[in-house]
């Protein structure tokens, strides 16, 4: 049973460098990281300590706000170093694997006779709960909050989009034990968001609740896929997962072991042979990228995750907890002669028709970090609406997390927003607002304020 | 590369801990009009799209242009054609220059003048948006205005219509209108009646210079102009807004590049038209029973529902607000045409007064899409 939703506002952009269908295997890095920004808000409580051994699957340490919600060591070997920033807050923990990939065993419960309670248990308990996300605040779930459901998007609408029937078509049994398993969790709740050219998806998904959506970006984003569906009304809560790390979920339960592999795609304009990486979570980026052929590689910027929402990474640094995809941009560091008249450096391409890109607009284009511009006093040129496909007024709602009202920021529909479905808005925004920052500000002053 | 190393050269006084770092921004404006910066994008969304600021007001004033070049001709065209010689286009063209360009200058160096001060004072980057407005004011204006006058008008406008707000971006009143609005009232006998439309009317004898709106709140006849005259601009009136057709231009490529809201531009005309239509039926005075259609064409109408509504600062800023804005535009400005016979053209009213509602608009088309949400709540409580 699906339902087709279809969405109209929003905006795909196309890059140049969309990986090819091809995955590289490559053996186990020597160094594996954990970059603490990827656990917003939760302030880790360490468990070993620099020279302690672990195997795959030994917590290393643990949440403040919950002593049950651990992270585990992706890889065997020793805990190499934790690196501190001010105030002694610690930024990375760096494991050196020891290429044995020993690994810690759990026994899953069984499925049919276990409590909701031991479900949830046994994923906290093995490493994987920081795979389940929440809204509202889009952190980590918290294990104590009932979720009313579960949403899972299939797909990827962002730029440079990863193909998820290609990366994950090995992998259906262990996806499908995962939802069998969340499925229980939240007694039948769980809806998955296909696009309606998925056929492998909808055919071997049948079983699940799923809703086919088509559109530009960001159809993609799970965030607009819950506003269709089911949205969330206050004082509820949603979790999200990606598939990938269903996958990781599943296989936790069929074999006992986590193994958080995923394919990860090397993509993006500088890269010359843009193609898929077998890759495990917190991986040394190194060996990845010279295995990629790359324009000028010092001039480039690394970013885990999408070109809209994802993070800057060094080249020698680490993969992040949740992509799937590492984005490689040329950096925009140079003048442009009169390059703000309009049809002027036609290269760069704009939603406006204020050049000629557009008459190329189902072409690939080269694309770099450029601002295209300063920033300026909030101008509404009336792009916002256009490309938000939400009943929420977005630039309303960005000047209340600017001033920090509360309770028209919840009138407005702060819960049901991500950082991540504003990527376009910084995108387009011809003040340069820092839309995305500027949210994900404003739900974090709502989580203090509210905790 | 040779302007970016001189440049580059000039920069290092301007810069953090430096003599003249308070004059950054001026030397800011000035190093960004002629390159676009180096800067990338730091935190957000890592590619970003061509358009700023600069590109779109750049936008705003290519689609004035042949609205200003037509102004400047007729300018020239309604003066001349007062003297008993014959003239040629050059002539009309060469005569309305000397009016109108002394006239830009004049607005953009006090406007301008007053924008680098307020922006060295407040420590920010130099605003785009009085390019725009600074065109504008000279455009809206009789020919015949003092050049102190726009001085006075275009310091008012930018000191107390927009900086005492806050800047750009946070004015409520467009700009360019609050310095007509002032002149209007400040200096009336330069502003209306029957003389100041065509340059130098009141020196020669005989020679009608009155608008069309302004003979028919008079009773007088107006079938001396032809619809084409109306249409193409051949009328006096303030010097950039006479010609639909050159009005039309410019909402082209406002439209066309995605700059200009066409949601207000199509309100508005809706709203104006079946205005018209209305009062065509009732008929009860000589601006009543002037058909619709011309009242779309004559006056400020055209040029100030295109420039002047659409500025997106103090339009109404969801879409369906603006579609409300547009039209309640349209409406009032026949309303004001037909039944006020002070102020025979009631676009510069009727926009300044809905500048003043459209956060009303706007708050309640929000209010609509938060109720939606309250009631999804509450749906769910009760169920």
Redesign the interface.
């Known amino acids: 049973m699906s339902k087709g939703i279809r969405i109209t506002k929003g905006l795909s952009?196309k890059?140049k460098g969309s990986p090819k269908n091809q995955i590289e295997n490559l053996p186990l890095a020597s160094t594996y990281a954990f970059n603490l920004n990827d656990f917003h808000l939760h302030v880790p409580k360490l468990i070993l300590r620099e020279g302690d051994s672990v195997k795959r699957g030994t917590p290393i340490f643990y949440a403040k706000s919950n002593e049950k919600l651990k992270f585990v060591s992706p890889v065997s070997g020793t805990v190499k170093e934790i690196v501190r920033g001010e105030r002694r807050k610690i930024h990375n923990i760096i494991i050196d694997s020891d290429g044995n990939d020993n690994f810690v065993k759990h026994k899953p419960p069984v499925l049919d006779n276990s409590s909701v309670q031991e479900l949830i248990d046994f994923l906290l308990e093995a490493g994987v709960w920081p795979l389940i996300n929440q809204r509202p605040f889009d952190i980590i779930a918290d294990p104590n909050i009932s979720p009313k459901a579960i949403h899972v998007s299939c797909f990827d609408s962002s730029?440079l989009a990863v193909d998820y029937e290609f990366m994950l078509k090995d992998r259906l049994s262990e996806i499908k034990a995962g939802l069998d398993y969340l499925d229980k969790i939240v007694n039948g709740e769980l809806f998955l968001g296909l696009k309606s050219c998925q056929e492998l998806f909808q055919k071997e998904f049948s079983n699940y609740k799923t809703n086919l959506f088509d559109g530009p970006h960001p159809s993609g984003n799970v965030g607009v896929q819950i506003h269709h569906v089911n949205?969330i009304?206050?004082?509820e809560v949603v979790w999200t997962l990606k598939l990938e790390d269903i996958a990781v979920i599943g296989k936790l339960i069929l074999k006992g072991e986590y193994l958080p592999d995923r394919i990860v795609a090397v993509t993006g304009p500088p890269v010359k042979n843009p193609k898929y990486f077998n890759l495990r979570t917190g991986a040394n980026l190194d060996s990845v990228i010279n295995n990629v052929e790359i324009d000028n590689k010092n001039d480039v910027?690394f970013?885990n995750g999408d070109?809209?929402?994802?993070y800057?990474v060094n080249s020698i640094g680490y993969l992040g907890h949740y992509n799937n995809k590492l984005?490689v941009?040329r950096?925009?560091?140079?003048?442009?002669?009169?390059?703000?008249?309009?049809f002027i450096?036609n290269t760069?391409?704009?939603?406006?028709?204020?050049?000629f890109?557009w008459l190329f607009n189902n072409k690939e284009k080269d694309?770099?970090?450029?601002?295209?511009?300063?920033e300026?006093?909030?101008?509404?040129?009336?792009?916002m609406?256009?490309i938000f496909p939400m009943?929420?007024?977005p630039?309303?709602l960005i000047k209340e997390c600017m001033i920090g009202d509360i309770e028209k920021m919840e009138?407005?529909?702060i819960y049901e927003v991500s950082p991540e479905d504003f990527?376009?808005i910084?995108?387009?925004?011809?003040?340069?607002i820092?839309?995305?920052?500027i949210i994900r500000q404003g739900l974090d002053y709502i989580y203090k304020e509210t905790q | 590369m040779k302007?970016?190393e001189i440049l580059d050269n000039l920069k290092k006084p301007f810069e953090k801990g430096q003599k003249l770092e308070k004059f950054y921004p001026a030397f800011?404006a000035f190093e960004?009009f002629?390159?676009?910066?180096?800067?990338?994008?730091k935190?957000?969304?890592?590619?970003?799209?061509?358009?700023?600021?600069?590109?779109?007001m750049?936008?705003v004033i290519?689609a004035l242009m042949p609205a200003l070049i037509y102004g400047i001709y007729n300018t020239g065209f309604q003066y001349l054609s007062q003297t008993p010689d014959s003239f040629t286009t050059l002539d009309a063209i060469i005569h309305g220059s000397s009016k109108v360009i002394p006239m830009i200058a004049v607005s953009y160096i006090v406007g301008l003048s007053i924008e680098f001060l307020f922006a060295i004072w407040r420590g920010?980057?130099v605003?785009?948006?009085y390019l725009v407005t600074g065109l504008l004011i000279p455009m809206i204006m009789p020919v015949d205005i003092p050049l102190w006058m726009v001085g006075v008008s275009v310091a008012f406008a930018v000191i107390i219509g927009k900086e005492a707000f806050g800047?750009?971006?946070?004015n409520i009143l467009n700009p360019a209108l609050t310095a007509r609005a002032f002149a209007f009232f400040a200096y009336p006998t330069y502003m209306s009646g029957n003389q100041v439309w065509v340059s130098e009317a009141s020196n020669v004898d005989g020679v009608s210079g009155e608008t069309i709106l302004g003979m028919l709140a008079a009773g007088n006849s107006t079938e001396q102009f032809g619809i084409m005259e109306m249409f193409i601009g051949n009328i006096p009136g303030s010097i950039a807004e006479t010609s639909t057709l050159m009005v039309l231009i410019g909402a082209f490529i406002l439209i066309?590049?995605?700059?200009g809201?066409w949601r207000i531009m199509v309100g508005g005309v809706l709203g104006a038209a079946i205005t018209g239509m209305l009062f065509n039926l009732w008929g009860a005075n000589a601006l009543m029973s002037f058909d619709w259609a011309q009242h779309l064409i004559v006056g400020g109408f055209a040029f100030g529902i295109v420039f002047m509504a659409t500025d997106?600062?103090s339009a109404a800023?969801?879409?369906k607000g603006?579609w409300i804005y547009g039209i309640l535009v349209g409406i009032l400005c026949i309303l004001i045409r037909v039944f006020n016979p002070a102020y025979p053209e009631g676009v510069m009213l009727a926009i300044l007064l809905m500048n003043v509602f459209a956060p009303t608009i706007?708050h309640y088309v929000?209010e609509a899409?938060?109720k939606?949400?309250?009631k999804?709540?509450l749906n769910?409580k009760t169920s």
């Open positions: 952009i890059i730029p949205p009304n206050s004082g910027r970013i070109v809209l929402s994802g800057k984005s941009l950096e925009g560091n140079q003048y442009r002669l009169f390059g703000w008249i309009p450096n760069v391409p704009s939603i406006y028709k204020t050049s890109s694309y770099d970090t450029n601002l295209n511009g300063e300026r006093a909030f101008v509404a040129t009336g792009e609406e256009s009943d929420i007024y630039m309303q009138k407005l529909g990527g376009l910084d995108y387009s925004s011809s003040s340069k820092e839309a995305q920052t | 302007i970016r800011d960004t002629l390159f676009v910066p180096n800067h990338t994008s935190t957000g969304a890592h590619i970003r799209d061509a358009i700023d600021l600069k590109r779109v750049i936008t290519i920010h980057q605003n785009e948006g800047g750009t971006g946070m066309y590049t995605g700059v809201s997106p600062v800023q969801t879409q603006k706007d929000i899409s938060v939606r949400r309250e999804r709540s769910l």
